[in-house]
């Protein structure tokens, strides 16, 4: 009888054991699809906002039409003979528009009027491939001919392997053979279509040259900066070369990744870079870098590149690209009348670090003739010890003694993890927003893959209200002598809660420690979510 009653009971926990594997695999493939499926439904949002965007351009482009018809029947000076070539129904258009006086609207042949002198400018001379549209990402590598050694198939084949089937049919990688020597890019295009054949004609890869009547006469380029002539007129080809493949590339794709022909790239490179735009796709991010060096492994809406493109054409004799793109973000968000370290907060939320870098220069000579470069990305081989998100701009603030340069404005900003020597009670960690801001949710995690007994306990999550309304749901929250509300505590490391709408807009966040921690305390993910819209 005892056997019997022990098989039974073997079989009940068997069978339950059995029903509780089934429920926990069936929950965890419906988490996985759910985690598919708002990929896709951010993918889908951003193609839409996308097409969106191109058909204002279209009607821009429309207009220009338009205003040509304009000016050509305005040249007639109202010739009755001029217009018998045209039907009646365009002969009304023409005289509609010619009645109309709108304002001059700049373009790009205000910047660069020798444009006019040649209508195929703005055409490739060299043009190879399948012309693949639609994808999610184009990568842009720009090359010329260089005196020692040319990277160009090792990049090449390094970003190719790396993709997968489906990767290749969702992307497109464009080389720019920046020279106007015909004979020197046809001889690039045929070590191409040896090595790369399939590709060429899978439309995978394309093969683009601009031609010589694309680029204006640089011997009257002004020296500035302490530059020479020499590399005064290399960073202003640079700057067209840059902004020649950026038109090219701008109706494409979702994305735009600016690459260089020196680089190496980390195994699942392009998935990362796609989740971590997707992940971003309700931030107002302008460029994700996924390099610390120069200008590789920098992405960009498909949309943004016209504005990136116009700014560069205004000011490409005067400085060079990495030094516009920070002015372009300068302008778009730093306010004149506040300091250096306000407007640095701000452009850190247009202009987002992903750590660590997924691609690693090689190259030793540079194209600049005589220049050595011995550039190599530390943060190419290093582990990741922090999560990287986009959170609102604020002046962040601590009474914790900070270890070895692991700061806490490193931390909000998505650069590092935040380290600090034994909190005591009463420290504190705050984050004053620039502006009031209304939260959807937070999340603080500490300790890390390296150091995970490094956690933060006994601390409390705190929230100052712009505002101070008598709304019930704050009753049900502690309220301190400085008016902050006390919303969440740290669980076995981690704090994270979604926020009362009653508490927004909010003025800041703090996090206070209540009792002595007798080990030290890192944060490795501070997320402060905004509401939508």
């Not at 300068?330 to 660590?356: G, I, M, T, Y």
């Amino acid at each position: 009888m005892r056997l019997r009653n022990g098989t039974v009971a073997t079989v009940i926990i068997f069978f339950t054991s059995f029903l509780s594997l089934s429920w926990y695999t069936a929950w965890q493939n419906g988490k996985e699809k759910l985690v598919a499926y708002q990929r896709e439904f951010h993918a889908l949002r951003e193609r839409l906002r996308v097409a969106e965007q191109r058909t204002l351009q279209r009607s821009s482009e429309l207009n220009n039409i338009l205003e040509q018809f304009r000016r050509a029947i305005a040249e007639t000076n109202g010739s009755k003979d001029a217009l018998t070539n045209f039907s009646d129904e365009t002969q009304k258009l023409l005289k509609e528009l010619a009645n109309r006086k709108p304002l001059q609207v700049p373009n790009i042949y205000h910047h660069l009027p020798h444009l006019l002198d040649n209508e195929g400018s703005l055409h490739p001379a060299v043009q190879v491939g399948q012309g693949r549209t639609g994808v999610s990402m184009v990568m842009g590598i720009p090359t010329v001919k260089r005196e020692v050694k040319s990277y160009l198939a090792e990049t090449l084949r390094s970003l190719i392997d790396k993709l997968t089937a489906e990767e290749k049919l969702d992307c497109v990688i464009i080389v720019f053979v920046g020279e106007t020597d015909i004979d020197y890019v046809h001889s690039v295009v045929a070590g191409l279509e040896k090595e790369f054949a399939t590709e060429l004609n899978s439309g995978l890869l394309e093969v683009i040259s601009p031609p010589a009547s694309y680029y204006p006469d640089f011997n009257n380029l002004k020296e500035t900066f302490g530059d020479s002539k020499e590399r005064v007129k290399w960073r202003t080809k640079q700057n067209l070369d840059y902004s020649f493949l950026m038109m090219y590339a701008v109706n494409k794709g979702v994305y735009y990744v600016q690459l260089e022909d020196d680089i190496v790239a980390k195994p699942n490179y392009f998935a990362t870079m796609k989740n971590f735009a997707l992940q971003l796709a309700s931030e107002d991010w302008m460029i994700l870098e996924f390099s610390q060096l120069g200008f590789i492994g920098k992405m960009f809406k498909g949309p943004d590149l016209n504005l990136i493109v116009e700014f560069i054409f205004m000011f490409y004799k005067e400085k060079p690209i990495d030094w516009l793109l920070d002015h372009i973000l300068w302008v778009k968000v730093c306010n004149p009348e506040k300091d250096a370290k306000h407007c640095e907060r701000q452009k850190s939320s247009l202009r987002v670090r992903f750590r660590p870098s997924l691609f690693q220069h090689v190259g030793l000579h540079s194209s600049l003739a005589g220049k050595i470069q011995k550039l190599t990305d530390k943060d190419f081989l290093k582990p990741l010890l922090h999560k990287i998100h986009v959170n609102p701009p604020a002046e962040v603030s601590t009474s914790l003694k900070v270890y070895q340069g692991h700061t806490l404005e490193k931390t909000y900003m998505g650069e590092d993890f935040f380290w600090a020597i034994n909190p005591t009670a009463g420290d504190y960690v705050l984050f004053k927003f620039d502006r009031p801001v209304s939260i959807e949710r937070f999340l603080f995690r500490s300790g890390n893959q390296e150091h995970p007994g490094d956690k933060i306990s006994n601390t409390t999550v705190e929230i100052l209200p712009l505002m101070e309304t008598e709304i019930q749901t704050k009753e049900k929250y502690k309220r301190t002598d400085d008016h902050f509300y006390r919303v969440a505590n740290f669980e076995k490391g981690l704090a994270e809660a979604a926020v009362d709408p009653a508490f927004n807009p909010v003025a800041a966040l703090r996090l206070t420690v209540l009792k002595d921690s007798p080990v030290w305390a890192i944060l490795s993910e501070i997320h402060i979510k905004r509401v939508a819209g």
